[in-house]
C-alpha cells in the first residue's frame, strides 16, 4: 500500500476518503436513485485542462450532465470514420433522448496554442494530428486576424473552434435526425476561468455574447420553443 501511496496519487485517495466520509453520506439517496439510469440535462464537451471543472461551472450533481472532454474539445467529423466523440453523442442523443449539446472551450486553450503555432508540436505528433480536427479554426483566425496580438488570436482561435466543432457535430446523422426533428439544440460556449465569464454564441446575432444575453442556440428549425436550456440562455 505505501508504494502505492507517492506524489499526486496521495491527494486523490485521501480525497476519495474523504468524499466517502462526508460528501457520499450527504447525497447517498441521490446516489441511490441513479442506480436505476440517468435524464442528463445536456451534453457538455469540453476540454480536458484541468482548471475546467463543469459540474463546478453549472452547478450540477451527478446525473446531469454528461460529459465528454478531449484535448481542444474536438469532435471529429462523421467522414474521419468511427470515433470515441461520434459514439459518445451518438448515445446521448439516440438513448438519452438529450435535446442539448455544449461545446464549452476555454481561455488559455493548450490545444488551441499548439493549433496557432504548429513547431511547438514537433515532439507531439499524435497531438498535431488530432489538432487536424480543428484545421478550419486556423484559416478562420488567418482571415479575420490580421494585426491582431498573439492573445487575441488565441481568443479568437478559440471562439471559432466551437463554431467549427458545432458544424462538425451537425455531419453526425444521429444529430443531424435530432435536429431537422427540432428536438436538438446546439450551444457554443467560451469559458474564462480567470474570471468566471461565460460568453455564448448567438446564432442570431452571429456573434458571441454573455451567456446572461444569448438568446438563440444553434438549432432548426428556430421558431420551435425553448426547452430547459434553451430558456436558461
Ligand atoms: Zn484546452
Redesign the pocket.
Known amino acids: 500500500m505505501s508504494n502505492f501511496l507517492h506524489g499526486g496519487a496521495t491527494r486523490l485517495i485521501e480525497g476519495v476518503g474523504k468524499f466517502r466520509r462526508g460528501v457520499f453520506g450527504t447525497k447517498k439517496s441521490l446516489f441511490h436513485r441513479l442506480k436505476d439510469g440517468q435524464s442528463p440535462l445536456a451534453v457538455f464537451i469540453t ?3 484541468s482548471r475546467i471543472n463543469p459540474n463546478l461551472l453549472t452547478q450540477t450533481e451527478p446525473g446531469e450532465l454528461f460529459i465528454l472532454r478531449n ?3 474536438l469532435v471529429p467529423p462523421h467522414s474521419a470514420g468511427p470515433s470515441g466523440e461520434g459514439a459518445t453523442v451518438e448515445y446521448a442523443v439516440t438513448n438519452l433522448k438529450i435535446h442539448d449539446v455544449v461545446v464549452c ?2 481561455s488559455h ?4 496554442q499548439g493549433l496557432l503555432s504548429p513547431e511547438a508540436l514537433e515532439k507531439m505528433p499524435t497531438v498535431r494530428e488530432w489538432l487536424r480536427n480543428a484545421a478550419a479554426v486556423v484559416t478562420a483566425v488567418e482571415a479575420k486576424g490580421p494585426g491582431l496580438t498573439p492573445a487575441q488570436k488565441l481568443e479568437l482561435a478559440v471562439q471559432q473552434n466551437t463554431l467549427v466543432q458545432i458544424e462538425h457535430l451537425k455531419t453526425h446523422p444521429a444529430v443531424a435526425e435530432a435536429m431537422a426533428a427540432g428536438r436538438l439544440r446546439l450551444h457554443a460556449w467560451v469559458y474564462h476561468f480567470e474570471t468566471g465569464e461565460v460568453d455564448a454564441h448567438d446564432a442570431g446575432l452571429q456573434r458571441f455574447v454573455p451567456l446572461a444575453e444569448a438568446t438563440r442556440p444553434h438549432w432548426t428549425p428556430a421558431d420551435k420553443p425553448a426547452g430547459p436550456l434553451g430558456s436558461m440562455i
Open positions: 476540454c480536458s485542462d484535448a481542444g474539445n472551450g476555454h486553450c493548450g490545444a488551441m
